[in-house]
């Protein structure tokens, strides 16, 4: 075999190789985060009547397993917000979620009073919508495994915002090749999702979600994980500084009828 004929090979044998990588690398969900402002009892009580008669037993029916409601532990800047995290496993089903909604009559029917709204009896003051894809290093949803009553557990969700769209895809691959994701699931952090937005207002940006048993248990997480040796080292490098510019970092508790 001449030297050409070899370059040929190893060429395709080395294609073949990269191809077959992204073939078994698992698809990456995509995750919808509705965030709905509120300032009354009466439309508090309309929008969960709505997502626990209506919307979550409908979402179940089109095949999505889980779905995450919470409220805010405190008040966040005094509104009245409440959340709801829809994961989806292709953009296709994300998209496709609506017109399944207004197919479904018993949907319709159950969500009435919600659906059916007067302009003047508005059941929210506004609807927030987020539009996010997994990280490769944690592809899909998972629902943490955790002991305490719903009422005492926290799921801490974190923003990180970062001054250029370059320094968003740097902390993302602190994230993913750094594995910040390894760390955080060595230290028990029970890990809901680690995504990047790729449709919201606060732009650039990464959101992830992690759950504990109780606010203590958070705390002794993240003591022991800002006291981690491999975080240290992670953090100090060169090429993963000045990549947040901006953090929120919100405590939400599940409803009830929360799949989370």
């Known amino acids: 075999m001449n030297f050409l004929s070899k370059s040929v090979t190893a060429f395709f044998a080395c294609f073949f190789i990269v191809a077959a990588s992204f073939a078994i690398a698992p698809a990456r969900n995509y995750y919808q985060l509705k965030i709905y402002h509120y300032k ?16 979550i037993p409908a979402l179940h029916r089109a095949g999505v397993k ?10 966040v800047d005094s509104a009245k917000l409440l959340y709801v995290f829809t994961p989806f496993q292709s953009w296709d089903k994300l998209m496709g979620i609506d017109q399944k909604l207004q ?15 007067a ?8 609807l927030e919508t987020i539009i996010l894809q997994a990280f490769p290093g944690m592809p899909s949803t998972e629902v943490p495994n955790l002991t305490a009553k719903k009422a005492d557990r926290v799921y801490e969700l974190r923003s990180y915002e970062s ?15 750094g594995d910040e994701i390894g760390l955080f699931k060595r230290l028990g952090f029970n890990a809901v999702f680690y995504s990047e937005v790729i449709a919201g207002s606060h732009m650039p940006n990464l959101m992830y979600m992690t759950a ?24 100090a490098k060169a090429e993963y500084q000045h990549n947040v510019s901006h953090a929120d970092i919100i405590f939400l508790r599940p409803v009830d009828y929360s799949d989370f």
Do not use: C
């Open 66 to 75: 889980n779905v995450g409601v919470f409220k805010p532990v405190a008040p």
């Open 212 to 235: 504990f048993n109780s606010k203590e248990d958070r705390d002794k997480h993240w003591d022991t994980f800002g006291k981690d040796e491999y975080w240290k080292t992670l953090s």
């Open 40 to 55: 009354t009892a009466a439309q508090e009580n309309t929008i969960e009547k709505y997502l626990q008669q209506a919307y």
């Open 119 to 126: 302009y003047n009896e508005q059941p929210y003051t506004r």
């Open 163 to 177: 001054p250029t769209e370059k320094l968003n895809v740097n902390k993302v691959t602190m994230f993913n090749v």
């Open 103 to 117: 197919a479904d009559a018993t949907y319709l029917a159950d969500g009435k009073e919600y659906i059916d709204a």
